[in-house]
T-cell receptor
Framework: LAKTTQPISMDSYEGQEVNITCSHN???????ITWYQQFPSQGPRFIIQGYKTKVTNEVASLFIPADRKSSTLSLPRVSLSDTAVYYC?????????????FGQGTELSVKP | EAQVTQNPRYLITVTGKKLTVTCSQN?????MSWYRQDPGLGLRQIYYSMNVEVTDKGDVPEGYKVSRKEKRNFPLILESPSPNQTSLYFC??????????????FGNGTRLTVT
């Protein structure tokens, strides 16, 4: 199972771009990389998912280098409402017999 | 609306009194799983189910039971709750398929307090 490492916390200001990097050195060939956002007392919510290169949707971009040993979630022009915990998850239940391991997550604090 | 529904949202109980937390999804997902979340420990998987009648232990299964008699429901059972099971619990589901890149969909959580 791929283990992930992220910074425990990050601070930013409104309007800035925030980049959160996740390390996953033992990622398997079939593993996807998925990022989730969690607000207090709510379930994690899917943000973006990718396999390689770059993926962009309406809320974020995901950059994955060729070796896939890390990935970077990019949040453009953050606002106060982006204050949350962000989790990087590597793998797919059906490639790993069902087990999934979440890392500690990155607590992002956006200040005015 | 596609969703994962957990009930109850809040539950206070006493040590040893059996309880069940329900989880239901309306997306026809094959994979379902339960997690507990504690401060400083992140999300830890309790049990998971790859399909109906197929369940297996996650990282912290002690003191919990699950069942998967039908695809949409995956209840979490605490036969004899103890204070160390006080936690925030989440149920999640995802679509099946080897290599499928379907993300997890989470419920809104159940905050359990065992006194």
């Amino acid at each position: 199972l791929a283990k992930t490492t992220q910074p425990i916390s990050m601070d930013s200001y409104e309007g800035q771009e925030v980049n959160i990097t996740c390390s996953h050195n033992n990622i398997a060939t079939n593993d996807y990389i998925t990022w989730y956002q969690q607000f207090p007392s709510q379930g994690p919510r899917f943000i973006i998912q990718g396999y390689k290169t770059k993926v962009t949707n309406e809320v974020a971009s995901l950059f994955i280098p060729a070796d896939r040993k890390s990935s970077t979630l990019s949040l453009p022009r953050v606002s106060l409402s982006d204050t949350a915990v962000y989790y990087c998850l590597v793998g797919d239940p059906y490639n790993q017999g069902g087990k999934l391991i979440f890392g500690q997550g990155t607590e992002l604090s956006v200040k005015p | 609306e596609a969703q994962v529904t957990q009930n109850p949202r809040y539950l206070i109980t006493v040590t040893g009194k059996k309880l069940t937390v329900t989880c239901s999804q309306n997306m026809n997902h094959e994979y379902m799983s339960w997690y507990r979340q504690d401060p400083g420990l992140g999300l830890r998987q309790i049990y998971y189910s790859m399909n109906v009648e197929v369940t297996d232990k996650g990282d912290v299964p002690e003191g919990y039971k699950v069942s998967r008699k039908e695809k949409r429901n995956f209840p979490l059972i605490l036969e004899s709750p103890s204070p160390n099971q006080t936690s925030l619990y989440f149920c999640a589901s995802s679509l099946s398929g080897l290599g499928n890149n379907s993300p997890l969909h989470f419920g809104n959580g159940t905050r359990l307090t065992v006194t």
